[in-house]
């Protein structure tokens, strides 16, 4: 069965202050690894996808990478903007629970 | 260019009714997918559509929850005998096609009394 595992559930950060946020899968021939982000109140919105392990996608502060098993999501310097849920999606329609970042001004 | 709408965008009913939750996606996407979202959990997949045909409905959780795509554009989401535990954000996405990025419409809030 096809599993999307997202940690950590919440994450509270200073404005500036690096991390990542962790995807990891299961499923039966990766047809494509998406990262959304998804404000209160609001449907997700498109941020990345990924094919093949290696690859690596970035949009200002994030970037994203794959491996055959995880996907990562860097926010370099992050800022209060960047504040919203980050999910992770693998075949096409296939989601985690998300993490919630937070960031603190 | 208009993005995906769904209406209504919120609805409240009573045990039993029955409701339908409309979904207008972006013109020229023939991927369609509905979702359901409740606090704190990620989007749960319940039907996809490639043109008018269901191309998987693997994720409808029983035979209450039916969804049509009559010519390919507009989608309605139809839940009989309503129960409490279906209340939750029910969301509609769009993309070019499967594999594609889905763009995704505000949601529609169904509460269940």
């Known amino acids: 069965e096809d599993q999307v595992t997202q940690s950590p559930e919440a994450l509270r950060l200073q404005e500036g202050e690096s991390s990542s946020l962790n995807c990891s899968y299961t499923v039966s021939g990766l047809r494509g690894l998406f990262w959304y982000r998804q404000d209160p109140g609001k449907g997700p919105e498109f941020l990345f996808t990924l094919y093949s392990a290696g690859e690596e996608k970035e949009k200002e502060r994030l970037k994203a990478t794959l491996t055959k098993k995880e996907s990562f999501l860097h926010i370099t310097a992050p800022k209060p903007e960047d504040s919203a849920t980050y999910l992770c999606?693998?075949?096409?329609?296939?989601f985690g629970k998300g993490t919630r970042l937070h960031i603190l001004p | 260019g208009a993005g995906v709408s769904q209406t209504p965008s919120n609805k409240v009913t009573e045990k039993g009714k029955y409701v339908e939750l409309r979904c207008d996606p972006i013109s020229g996407h023939t991927a369609l997918y509905w979702y359901r979202q409740s606090l704190g959990q990620g989007p749960e997949f319940l039907i996809y559509?490639?043109?008018?045909?269901?191309?998987?409905d693997s994720g409808l959780p029983n035979d209450r929850f039916f969804a049509v795509r009559p010519e390919g554009s507009v989608s309605t989401l139809k839940i009989q005998r309503t129960e409490r535990g279906d209340s939750a954000v029910y969301l509609c996405?769009?993309?070019?096609?499967?594999?594609?990025?889905?763009?995704f419409g505000p949601g529609t809030r169904l509460t269940v009394l």
């Open positions: 996405a769009s993309s070019l096609d499967l594999n594609n990025e889905q763009f």
């Open positions: 999606a693998v075949q096409a329609f296939i």
């Open positions: 559509f490639q043109g008018t045909g269901a191309a998987d």
